[in-house]
């Protein structure tokens, strides 16, 4: 009856008839868009390239670092990033500018695979660059693990490494990762802390939403 999609799918939900009826907000310092009940504009969230602070390098020249995405087709994690790349360079073919990369849903032999681990549980099922949580890396946790395991850069959203580190994330790989230890690509070629995403970030892009039939809309919203 319902799903949730990310917001670089709402266009192709909105093709095949279904409508947004509920999105994700994140400005906790503004809660009244959430205690009300009139229509709101949906939320946004910001689109950011997060690196290792013991690295230099800068947005401007990470051409031929390894790179994390979140899935081919989503927002943060390949349309804005490639998008940007693509204007600023004239190249759109990610695998010809950076040298390695987990981008799932790519061509599991190419490079844009080369990062990918599949489900590392279970070696000998075929999951590797899987756009779905059999592959390890995909969505917005596994690019952020793909960056604190063999990545350079990691196109996340801007809570991304915040969920995942100084302990909210329990898991093996994620429950000694230090916020401080990471930082911001800033489009400008500058570097900054990760609390400041509202200035440096790669764009403001509407919020993940929950999608449904138009005659169910009611029915979603008063069980959601």
């Known amino acids: 009856d319902a799903v949730t999609l990310d917001g670089g799918y709402m266009y192709t939900a909105g093709e095949c008839g279904l409508i947004p009826v509920m999105s994700e907000y994140y400005d906790k310092s503004n809660m009244r868009p959430c205690q009300v009940s009139k229509p709101q504009r949906r939320g946004t969230y910001f689109a950011v390239a997060v690196v290792k602070k013991n690295t230099n390098f800068s947005w401007l020249n990470i051409k031929g670092k390894k790179s994390c995405h979140t899935g081919v087709g989503r927002t943060a994690g390949w349309n804005i990033p490639v998008g940007l790349i693509a204007n600023r360079t004239g190249n759109c073919d990610m695998s010809k500018f950076f040298s390695q990369s987990c981008a799932p849903g790519s061509d599991v032999d190419s490079n844009l695979c080369q990062l990918c681990v599949g489900n590392p549980e279970n070696l000998l099922e075929k999951t590797k660059c899987l756009p779905n949580d ?91």
Request: net charge negative; aromatic share 10%; charged share 25%.
């Open 134 to 224: 059999k592959e390890a890396y995909y969505g917005y946790a596994g690019a952020f693990r793909c960056l604190a395991e063999q990545g350079d850069l990691a196109f996340v959203k801007h809570t991304t490494a915040f969920e995942n580190t100084d302990g909210k994330n329990t898991a093996n790989w994620a429950k000694n990762l230090k916020s401080e230890d990471f930082e911001l690509l800033c489009p400008d070629g500058s570097r900054a802390p990760l609390s400041e995403y509202k200035n440096c970030h790669l764009a403001e892009v509407p919020a993940h939403a929950v999608v449904t039939r138009p005659e169910r809309r009611n029915d979603v919203v008063r069980i959601v």
